[in-house]
């Protein structure tokens, strides 16, 4: 595998700059979990550019754009659809419902039951859905980019530990600087730049890509080292809940995605080290005590990163 920076991934990141000012980070750890075969869950206030986001991914890699807006009276067959019968042919069809696309946004998630939520398990974990006994495959790739609004805000729900671990990576929007708000409105101004984006790469190139991630090199101290970061999450003192297994898997694949984007054929612990709060915080259940202390799971991953020493040995294949 060459060392050199996939082309088309930069096609990519610079295609999602020409829409989203100043969110590069996000823009990339979209790519880390989509290459890796995983899902992400943004959550941000409202009006930071979250749906964005997901329409110039989707754009840029000539996806099919699927959106299904929760609320709280959205069943479950309105996610993964309904068989109907035909009286004509005497028999059940099945209409598909959203979630059959490549990629998915599930807008503000958190504004629907735990039932409906729950929907998107069996599409996230096995590429299917289930209706009335019948299984069916969704189309690869298959991605779902989750929006939700900060749990404090009206009208949420919260959502349960089984989906937030089928999540890869969790991440923030956050504000923009004074200078990239100002750039937003001047672009305001004219033809939004969403509607002139246009595809760098196909579906078939995006899929040769995600082969090739799965080459790429993971040392045995690397994975020592991921599952010394979840065991050390499972025995803090503070943690009720620490990092499945799952967890651990997504760790190492995330770091293969973004290892291939920054042009190596190997991962490093830096990858791990980085990657590990957008992995494991929404994996994490604190004791009750704990959040009575106001503590995060942010600081009990960032003192799990502190306290396991990192691999120095030369990686060698």
Do not use: W
């Not at 990339?28 to 964005?52: F, N, R, Y």
């Not at 039951?113 to 289930?130: D, H, I, R, Y």
């Not at 999540?167 to 033809?191: C, D, H, S, W």
Request: hydrophobic share 40%.
């Amino acid at each position: 595998m060459s060392t050199q920076v996939n082309p088309s991934i930069e096609r990519i990141l610079e295609n999602i700059d020409e829409v989203m000012t100043g969110k590069r980070t996000v823009a990339e750890l979209s790519l880390v979990a989509l290459l890796a075969g995983g899902h992400v869950l943004i959550e941000d206030v409202p009006g930071v550019g979250k749906t964005m986001m997901v329409r110039a991914l989707a754009k840029s890699i000539s996806a099919e754009l699927r959106r299904i807006q929760f609320t709280p009276d959205l069943l479950p067959s309105d996610v993964t659809g309904v068989s109907i019968y035909n009286p004509k042919e005497m028999e059940f069809n099945f209409r598909p419902g959203p979630i059959m696309g490549n990629i998915i946004l599930a807008d503000e998630i958190n504004r629907t039951s735990p039932k409906t939520q729950s929907a998107l398990l069996e599409g996230m974990e096995e590429n299917s859905v289930t209706v009335d006994g019948v299984t069916h495959k969704l189309e690869k790739p298959f991605f779902v980019m989750a929006t939700q609004n900060p749990i404090e805000y009206e009208g949420t729900y919260p959502l349960p530990e089984a989906q937030l671990d089928r999540f890869l990576l969790k991440m923030k929007m956050g504000y923009p600087t004074l200078n990239e708000e100002i750039e937003v409105l001047n672009r305001a101004q004219k033809v939004p730049p969403i509607d002139e984006l246009e595809p760098v790469i196909d579906l078939f190139e995006l899929q040769q890509i995600q082969t090739e991630i799965m080459d790429v090199y993971v040392d045995a101290s690397i994975r020592r080292y991921i599952v010394t970061l979840t065991n050390k999450t499972r025995a803090h003192p503070k943690v009720y809940l620490g990092v499945s297994p799952r967890g651990s898997i997504a760790l190492m694949k995330a770091a293969q995605a973004l290892a291939y984007i920054r042009g190596r054929d190997f991962v490093l612990p830096d990858d791990i080290q980085y990657l590990a709060p957008f992995v494991f915080t929404h994996r994490i259940i604190l004791k009750s005590e704990s959040r009575y202390e106001g503590i995060s799971t942010e600081e009990i991953v960032n003192e799990v990163i502190e306290a396991v020493p990192v691999p120095i040995q030369r990686l060698v294949k």
